[in-house]
């Protein structure tokens, strides 16, 4: 990641200052602030961000684990076991689950250290 300019702190840069800007107000306006608020949205931007990398490792593929011919080691047997699921890795289903996941956390946390 090091190499490439857009994945370095990419909420620092002028562009992205009103989308890092609302985000922390929709945070304080749900309880969440200061350092919480950081560690929530750091959350949901790597969530984001590591979604993407496998929507786009998907398409470049363009074939599935077992799908596309590759043949996985026995003692992968966990893996292979979910060849097909892996096969949709970040998709729509999986990313709303994970993100409603995450929020769920994020919530119940505030709760947990607000007075």
Known sequence: MDRHPA????????????I???ALGI???AGIKGGLAIAA????VALNYGRS???????????AINGGGVQLPPDFSLTA???GPMSCCGNEEHYERTLK???????????????
């Open 41 to 44: 949205f750091s959350g949901i």
């Open 20 to 22: 890092g800007e609302a």
């Open 81 to 83: 076991a979910v060849a």
């Open 101 to 115: 996941h995450l929020l769920a956390g994020i919530g119940a946390d505030s709760r947990s250290l607000t007075p």
């Open 53 to 63: 990398r496998f929507v786009l490792a998907r398409e470049a593929a363009g074939s």
């Open 7 to 18: 994945d370095r702190i990419p909420v620092s840069r002028p562009k992205a200052l009103p």
């Open 27 to 29: 945070l304080q306006r």
